[in-house]
Nanobody
Framework: QVQLVESGGGLVQAGGSLRLSCAAS????????MGWYRQVPGKERELVARIPSSGNIYYTDSVKGRFTISRDKPKNTLYLQMNSLKPEDTAVYYC?????????????WGQGTQVTVSS
């Protein structure tokens, strides 16, 4: 099993920055892809950014040029640097980890961290 713990959320003014972290523990050797998702009440959870063990990084269009996803494999930690934040970025942000060798085919989720951007 894999455990994920997010941190770094909070309240920030529009135009500000936040850095989210996601610490992975447990069977981290099975992880190939990690990503950040976000969800607002009444809407489906959406993919924000995804980083594979190798290959291209994906960003949803609305965050391109503002958000940067990165991964420190020795520390088993995923990051999301969020700059030029907008009120529409307000959401609960979730970390996800998955891999073909992991016990759970559907992957693992963290508990989420709230990001609130005030106008």
């Amino acid at each position: 099993q894999v455990q994920l713990v997010e941190s770094g959320g909070g309240l920030v003014q529009a135009g500000g920055s936040l850095r989210l972290s996601c610490a992975a523990s447990g069977d981290t050797a099975c992880i190939s892809t990690m990503g950040w998702y976000r969800q607002v009440p009444g809407k489906e959870r959406e993919l924000v950014a995804r980083i594979p063990s190798s290959g291209n990084i994906y960003y949803t269009d609305s965050v391109k040029g503002r958000f940067t996803i990165s991964r420190d494999k020795p520390k088993n930690t995923l990051y999301l640097q969020m700059n030029s934040l907008k009120p529409e970025d307000t959401a609960v942000y979730y970390c996800k980890a998955a891999g073909a060798l992991c016990v759970k085919d559907e992957g693992y989720w963290g508990q989420g961290t709230q990001v609130t951007v005030s106008s």
